[in-house]
């Protein structure tokens, strides 16, 4: 669909943990070619929204993804719609190269013709060079830094070119210049029409990165919309003051 189209439709989503409101009914979109910012104090409910969208976690209320409800469905269901993301514990398969690393979560579409080695190969080869990391390719996974490790699973996420991508805390543990890096990979995945969904709690990377922001705070959706709207509402400056 045309960029600026609704891709992603969350509707009236709650989950409760025990007594804990983890989530209570919230209602967001994003957009075809758009960075979504999640935001909020810690324990808002962030990451659980984001599990609920790729499938580890069940919820009540709808998710939609480009009109097909993904709520509820299994994780390997939903990475079939298009959707992907990075784990913040899973690691790489440290005895395999890099390229093997990123081969194995090839897809092949249906009906695609020639070897699934070849197809698989040039499609690793060039998710590793779009996030500057392609001389890496035959490199033992388990010799690389923390941050070559987590550029090489956003080329892992990104080589079946999914619709949507969704982030919780890319930037975690990542120094100045690799930080301004990835914020710089984000914009150039949403150039080709790729949509991200990302929780990040550094405010002016957020600021300086994300078309519209949805706020969260103890499970409810404080506030959405643009950056500069965002910042200036009186509810997120008590959210974010009375941390
Ligand atoms: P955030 O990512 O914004 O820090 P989370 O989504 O991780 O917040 O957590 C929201 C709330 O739900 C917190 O109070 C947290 O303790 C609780 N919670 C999250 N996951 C679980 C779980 N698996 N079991 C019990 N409580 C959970
Ligand atoms: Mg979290």
Not at 206 to 222: E, F, H, P, Q, Y
Request: hydrophobic content about 45%.
């Amino acid at each position: 669909g045309p960029l600026g189209e609704t891709l992603l439709r969350v509707r009236s989503v709650s989950r409760a943990f025990g007594g804990v409101k983890a989530l209570n009914d919230v209602s967001f979109e994003v957009r075809r070619g758009e960075i979504l910012g999640l935001i909020g104090p810690n324990g808002s409910g962030k990451s659980t929204l984001i599990n609920a969208c790729s499938g580890t976690v069940a919820v009540e209320g709808t998710i939609e993804l480009g009109g097909d409800r993904i709520d509820n469905r299994p994780p390997w269901t939903i990475h079939g719609h298009g959707v992907a993301r990075i784990f913040q514990n899973v690691r790489l398969w440290e005895s395999m190269t890099v390229l093997e690393n990123v081969m194995v979560a090839y897809r092949a579409p249906l009906g695609q013709l020639g070897s699934r080695e070849a197809h698989s190969r040039s499609a690793a080869h060039e998710a590793l060079t779009g996030m500057g990391v392609g001389h890496l390719a035959h490199r033992r996974a388990g010799d690389l830094s923390f941050g070559q490790s987590r550029l090489v699973e956003m080329a892992r996420a990104v080589v079946n070119k999914p619709r949507l991508l969704l982030l919780d805390e890319p930037a975690a543990g990542l120094r100045g210049g690799l930080i301004l890096e990835l914020s710089q990979i984000l914009q150039h995945l949403r150039s080709q029409g790729m949509s991200i969904l990302v929780v990040e709690h550094r405010i002016k990377l957020v600021m300086s990165m994300c078309d519209r922001i949805v706020v969260l705070n103890l499970g409810d959706k404080i506030a959405d919309g643009t950056p500069a709207q965002v910042m200036d509402m009186p509810a997120v400056i008590e959210a974010y003051l009375g941390e």
